[in-house]
């Protein structure tokens, strides 16, 4: 294929524009932004002149000032109009009086009502826990991410066999995905399964075994494939089974401890995060139980075996539990609710249709069977349907709220996460093109791919959730500036990224279509490896300031907040109420 022919190749166009959208989607938070800190440069512009003003009064003006001062702060005697009655209802009108502490013009909604924790104190460590531990592999992980990046640019920085590169990769993949992504998703979702049931009727100790089980797996398979101890093929299934099956019990008990609070939930309904996240936890124990079971696991058969695992894990897992937790907290930051129930219902079993099928759609010209590379072709044309509904209905949620972007610490990775979603997704079934896979496949592109979705989808909401809930579980905010420059940093280093991966990567696609040697791909690849570390240099400090902000957020320090407004009483006896456990 003539390399002038390229931009006329619809997969080609349609990256383009998705990148597009993905730049102008940044921009908009810029420009809301900037209009909010020039807002407040004019208004500190008028105080400013509205000081000098008051500066210069005349001595008449403040006379007259005064003169008024005076007449506002007039109070009538209390029983001026009343008399000296008491008052009687004898008709019994008033069926209730209450005495109202609060202005009842002040808004409802305030910062310190987001705070109210409506969970056990329990539940809230348990939470925190898991929070906690994710935390701390992400770090882990994206640090072997990092330094796998710089060995691209400088292999001979050492030969120490356990940091080789061969090793760094899978332990970073799997340190993010089982420790950082699968952890942080399971504790939020004991909060949000909480709250949508109307019911706590969690096994806190059984939620401490598997919070334990799988830290304890992670921390295994971390070793293990450093030491050079791996499951040997499977991306994404390099844990050796004993391993995997320890962190895949870990995670049917805690399957088992949130079906109970929707299988005795008191509304009726269930609401469609738990259609998600219900979902997502039993998707993925028949996933591994897939993946592991070595029946089917020779020659073509492991091929399919491993496009199901690898697409299932992030399509049935961290997808469906992520979309499921966006549908819970996006309306309670926008304070309104998700616009179409409908259009979740569709998003989700459509989801479930045409995701399960994709899977070999990342071995088209393989051996496997024409027709199920066909199918897998088309259920990626169908993924559109799930994402166009999903995007949709998260965008028109936010319809007559957009102006909270200007003033929100959170809702901008609510937003950005959303780009992400229609993007990186729309950008996989662009990939599922035959032409696009020809050019595409094994190459650096597929890296970038892989970081738009994990990174630029799952790791977004995630933060996003956590500044929202976190807070509340704690009564603590972070600090809004480095939550901002957290933001910007993740932002601007995964730009950097996947743009550089995917011009290099189609760089390399054409080379190897017109039978280039394969060292003129690496050679051409050393730039853009070049910022690829860049912008992975700019993640991982990202990461460090969302350590620390999670640290200001959990830290103890005593600060009674005694419980004085009706909803702050309510909450209270609400928490006092959910205490007691089934052991």
């Not at 993949?173 to 706590?200: D, P, Q």
Request: proline share 4%; net charge positive; hydrophobic share 45%.
């Amino acid at each position: 294929m003539a390399e002038t022919s390229l931009f006329n190749q619809p997969g080609i166009q349609i990256t383009i524009v998705l990148l597009l959208i993905i730049i102008i989607a940044g921009l908009v938070i810029v420009v809301l932004k900037f209009l909010s800190v020039y807002s407040q440069i004019l208004r500190r512009k008028e105080y400013s002149e509205i000081q000098k003003k008051i500066e210069n009064l005349s001595p008449e003006e403040l006379n007259e000032y005064e003169r008024r001062e005076k007449e506002l702060d007039f109070q009538q005697p209390e029983n001026q109009l009343s008399g000296h009655v008491s008052a009687t209802d004898e008709k019994g009108v008033i069926r209730n009086i209450n005495s109202v502490e609060e202005f009842r013009f002040f808004p409802t909604k305030r910062r310190t009502s987001s705070f109210l924790n409506y969970v056990s104190p329990e539940l809230t460590r348990l939470i925190l826990w898991f929070l906690g531990t994710a935390i701390f592999w992400l770090l882990i992980g994206t640090s072997f991410g990092l330094y796998a990046g710089i060995k691209y640019v400088a292999p001979d920085v050492e030969h120490t066999s356990w940091l080789s590169f061969g090793r760094l990769r899978p332990a970073h993949t799997n340190a993010v995905f089982w420790g950082w992504a699968s952890l942080a998703m399971v504790g939020l979702s004991y909060y949000v399964v909480t709250r949508v049931s109307n019911i706590e009727n969690y096994n806190i100790k059984q939620g401490y075994v598997s919070l334990i089980l799988m830290n304890t797996a992670v921390l295994a398979g971390t070793i293990s494939l450093l030491s050079g101890i791996n499951n040997g093929g499977g991306e994404y299934r390099e844990y050796i089974w004993p391993i995997m099956i320890t962190f895949g019990i870990g995670v049917a008990i805690s399957t088992h401890n949130l079906f109970k609070p929707v299988a005795k939930r008191i509304v009726k309904e269930i609401y469609i995060s738990n259609w998600y996240i219900i979902s997502g936890f039993m998707f993925i124990v028949v996933v591994i139980l897939v993946g592991y079971i070595p029946v089917w696991q020779n020659g073509v058969g492991e091929t399919i075996t491993q496009g199901y695992y690898m697409h299932q894990a992030i399509g049935m897992w961290f997808m469906m539990i992520n979309l499921g937790l966006m549908y819970y907290f996006l309306p309670q930051q926008l304070n309104k609710p998700i616009y179409s129930y409908s259009l979740g219902a569709l998003a989700f079993w459509t989801h479930i249709l045409f995701y399960t099928l994709i899977g070999t759609h990342h071995f088209i010209f393989s051996a496997i069977p024409w027709r199920l590379q066909t199918t897998a072709i088309i259920a990626s044309m169908g993924m559109l349907i799930p994402v166009a509904a999903g995007t949709t209905n998260f965008l028109l949620t936010f319809n007559g709220a957009w102006y909270q972007l200007k003033t929100s610490y959170t809702l901008p990775f609510y937003f950005m996460a959303i780009i992400f979603y229609v993007t990186g997704s729309f950008q996989g079934t662009v990939e599922a093109f035959r032409y696009t896979n020809l050019l595409w496949h094994f190459t650096d592109f597929t890296v970038s791919h892989s970081h738009l979705t994990m990174y630029g989808i799952i790791t977004f909401m995630i933060w996003g959730f956590s500044y929202t809930l976190i807070p509340r579980l704690t009564g603590k905010e972070p600090p809004k500036l480095l939550v901002g420059v957290h933001f910007w940093l993740a932002l601007i280093g995964l730009l950097m990224y996947v743009i550089a991966l995917m011009i290099g990567g189609t760089q390399t696609g054409l080379m190897w279509i017109k039978k280039k040697p394969f060292i003129d791909g690496v050679i051409n690849m050393f730039p853009f490896w070049l910022w690829r570390a860049i912008g992975g240099t700019f993640m991982w400090i990202s990461h460090l300031i969302f350590a620390y902000n999670f640290y200001r957020m959990v830290r103890i320090k005593e600060n009674l907040r005694i419980p004085r407004t009706p909803a702050e009483i309510l909450a209270t006896k609400r928490q006092l109420g959910n205490t007691e456990f089934k052991s």
